[in-house]
């Protein structure tokens, strides 16, 4: 990030003159603008429905998109809406240390896995929104419809995860899980899936997916996180059969 970002990003997260509960409101919305939920020139939602998604007053919302267009990002176009106009400067995968992926071995992988995710999908649970959830459903749509290709199921789970991860609302667990999906992409995990997703295994992927998404669609913490602990133990198994 070039020191003019670090500047914003600094500028926006230690805004003290303002109550916490804009606070609060500014520093979701401003990691969902960062971490690209709503990428560059799209419009953000209404301040009716931001206040009610994220449970404040409209005027509280209000103060936080003021302070976000103060910063220039946002842009606000009378009878249109809100624009993001904040850019990162780098996509995620050119920001990756190169030398983290190549010193990530299949095993280093599956153990950074087997620590995050757990605790990533019981916080998700707990803290995504109706609209977060309704959009966790549609890349399950998405996963559904693959077959044979194995690039796109690689690129549908890589979205599945992240919005899980973003739905933790820790900025800090989801980077962490980003540099862990760059990391396998640039090395080793691409090679194996190659070898292992059969058109029947893909199958069998989607269905734990979807029984996964809807132990978090029902708010069912316990089954969620047993259903990835058992995603993870069969992923071991895979790994294994390689050694």
Known sequence: MSTDNQEITSQIIATHSVGATV??????LFAQIKNEEYP??????????????????????????????????IRRR????????YRSETPPAERVDKSIAFETSPLDHLVVRGILEPEMVRLAVINMTP???????????????????VTAFVKCEENIYRKIAAG????LLASCYDLAIEACRVSFRT???R??????????????????????????????????KLHLIEEQKLLLQDF
Do not use: C, W
């Open 23 to 28: 606070q609060v409101v500014l520093d979701r």
């Open 40 to 73: 560059v020139d799209t419009r953000l939602p209404s301040e009716r429905a931001l206040a009610s998604e994220l449970g404040v007053a409209r005027n509280t919302v209000r103060e936080a998109l003021d302070i976000l267009e103060a910063r220039n990002v």
């Open 78 to 85: 009378p009878g249109s809406g809100s624009f993001v106009t």
């Open 131 to 149: 609209r977060e959830i309704r959009e966790l459903e549609q890349l399950m749509s998405e996963i559904e419809h693959v077959r044979t290709d």
């Open 168 to 171: 933790t609302r820790n900025p």
């Open 191 to 193: 090679t194996l899936l």
């Open 195 to 228: 070898r292992h997703l059969t058109p029947k295994r893909i199958l069998e992927y989607q269905q734990r997916y979807n029984t996964l998404f809807n132990a978090i669609a029902s708010r069912d913490v316990e089954r969620a996180v047993e259903l990835i």
